[in-house]
């Protein structure tokens, strides 16, 4: 842990520490309580710098950001919160940063040119194809789950449905999407004892990485030579203003859309089956009116379960947030999944509530330019996959979640479930 300097001495950490890996493996109820008391009473705090980094950390602590408010603050003016200088919380190296963010770690106008030519592949023709592929995929894999009538419901429901989704509408080789999984779960989670199975957290990394890139490659040239009607030929053609995407920011995408396409919407899936089994009243709310219902519950399950649970900004000047004097080059932690239980902006934010009236969540990133480019691709597989889960199988029961030790992804790593026989 780094040492304070004579510069920062006048910064005292916080008593409430977020830092500890400790702090991130324990239960979602006891951070909640931990990001309570900061909301209340320090909103924007300092701390020391959050274990498990790759490298040394340069700085001596990082701000927390717990309100909504703050943290929308932050998402919404990226010429002073810089998410260039890298969004993780981890100290890692720059070429990692490159490689692996994609536009989530850069600035204008490099950010709104590269995300203008990846937004010009998703045509309303592909995103036609995309819905038409995700209906017919949560059918598929409801029809599996009926079947075997127990197991594990992450691997049989939630880490099928994205992995089908982002893989298909790329039209990777089905031989290649279960090693692209893998290591896009590697990203998230080279910090997980499990996960690790006694490797270092960097040779992990640095694996996943490797290797997402190169199948990214490897199939932006399959596609320049053999061209399909898929969302990976329209990228390796895009151009806008004269400009194509170069080698480096397809693969760069690649590891992005593995990472972010897989993850965030398997947990959301995860943590949403069992929020509706513990919440019979919503369950039955949405049965009751499915149609009517559905969009305004699917903001209400990214709310309530977060999957993204932290981003980093870098300070690109002296400022003030939240009463608190904020130093050029200052690292800034926007608390997503405490922003999004700010009794502030959420009347009792703990519970599951499909009809409440206003939500303006975090979930998606808080407003801004870096406001989640995939939104659409997650509310169309939780709307699918929902609506098959609940119709077709009302009487699924599932387990207690077992989670991963992280402080990026809410992630569970497996669930029982069981279809009892009407």
Known sequence: MAIQSTETASRAYDPVSISPLSFWAGTWEDREKAFRTLRDERPVSWHPPLEGALMPPENDGVWAVTRHEHIAEVSKNPEIYSSARGVMVEEVPEDIIEAASSFLAMDAPRHFQLRRLVSSAFTPKQVARIHDQIRRQAATIVDDLLATREGDFVSQVSKRLPMWTIYEMMGLPEDQRELAAHHADGMVSWADEDVAA???????????????????????ERRRAEPKDDLWTSLVQAEVDGRRLTDDEIAAFFVLLSVAGNDTTRNTISVTARAL??????????????????????EEFVRYVT??????????????????????????????ASGNRDERVFKDPHLLDILRPTNNHLAFGGGGPHYCMGNFLAKMQLTEIFDQLLHRAPTLRVGEPVYLAGNFVRAVKSMPYTVPVD
């Open 277 to 298: 089994q513990d919440f019979p009243d919503q369950k039955a709310l949405l049965l009751e009116d499915f149609g009517g219902r559905i969009a305004p519950a699917v």
């Open 307 to 336: 999957p993204v649970q932290t981003f980093r900004r870098t300070a690109t000047r002296d400022t003030v947030l939240g009463g608190q004097e904020i130093r050029e080059g200052d690292w800034v932690l926007m608390m997503y």
């Open 198 to 220: 006694g490797r270092e957290p960097g040779e992990v990394l640095n694996e996943a990485l490797v290797t997402l890139l190169q199948i990214g490659l490897e199939h932006a």
